[in-house]
């Protein structure tokens, strides 16, 4: 039977194992990850109209979103976000992680052309 690895966004094996149940220095049970990302520098641009920032995977096991702009973003987990009604991300690093919703996200902001940055995890 094959060993679980964590791997961390930047690509750093930290972890490996040949026993499910084992468990290194933090005591927390290793999982098999693998972590890839929106985009590695400028993120997605999120549009003054409804955006899909992420699309829906049954693999999707948390996705992490910062807002990297100078401007309130709205989420929405769904097909239509809307300004003052979906979820607020604020400006200069407003965060949400979601590690129950597997359908789309969508976002939207007043100006268009923010920086959102999404991360998400995977189920090998």
Excluded: Q
Aim: glycine share 12%; with cysteine.
């Amino acid at each position: 039977m094959g060993g679980n690895r964590i791997i961390l966004p930047s690509g750093e094996f930290v972890g490996d194992n040949s026993e499910p149940n084992e468990t290194k220095s933090t005591g927390l049970p290793i999982k098999r990850f693998k972590v890839t990302s929106g985009s590695s520098s400028s993120g997605i641009s999120v549009g003054s109209s409804s955006t899909l920032v992420s699309p829906s995977g049954a693999k999707i096991l948390e996705r992490i979103f910062v807002n990297d702009s100078d401007e309130t973003i709205y989420l929405e987990r769904g097909i239509s976000a809307f300004i003052n009604r979906s979820t607020r991300l604020n400006a200069r690093g407003g965060v949400m992680v979601d590690d129950l919703w597997k359908g789309p996200v969508t976002a939207i902001c007043s100006s268009g052309s923010k920086n959102l940055t999404v991360e998400t995890v995977l189920e090998l």
